[in-house]
Nanobody, 117 residues
Framework: QVQVVEYGGGLVQSGGSLRLSCVLS????????MGWYRQAPGKERALVAA???????NYADSVKGRFTISRDNAKRTVYLQMNSLTPEDTAVYYC???????????WGLGTQVTVSS
């Protein structure tokens, strides 16, 4: 059974930092493209950052220069380092795993990030 579990959300003051982690189990992590999405109240879920199985990363314009996505295949984990947080970053953050070749797509349950002003 494939599971995607996020860790690391919480409450932080504006200007602070948080690191989110996401662990994939039950399937070969190294073959998955991984992404972080977020959904704020009243808004649609949107891509924050993604990293391919080969290690190529891309970011939403709103987080470029502040967030960094990385992966550790040995630990089956993808990370999202978030710096210079603002209240506009407040959202539930979801981890996504996609193995395009076999059309597998999995989501975690999400972790709340709240940035106070």
């Amino acid at each position: 059974q494939v599971q995607v579990v996020e860790y690391g959300g919480g409450l932080v003051q504006s200007g602070g930092s948080l690191r989110l982690s996401c662990v994939l189990s039950g399937s070969p992590f190294s073959l998955y493209d991984m992404g972080w999405y977020r959904q704020a109240p009243g808004k649609e879920r949107a891509l924050v950052a993604a990293i391919s199985s080969g290690g190529s990363a891309n970011y939403a314009d709103s987080v470029k220069g502040r967030f960094t996505i990385s992966r550790d295949n040995a630990k089956r984990t993808v990370y999202l380092q978030m710096n210079s947080l603002t209240p506009e970053d407040t959202a539930v953050y979801y981890c996504n795993a996609q193995w395009v070749m076999v059309r597998s797509n999995y989501w975690g349950l999400g972790t709340q990030v709240t940035v106070s002003s």
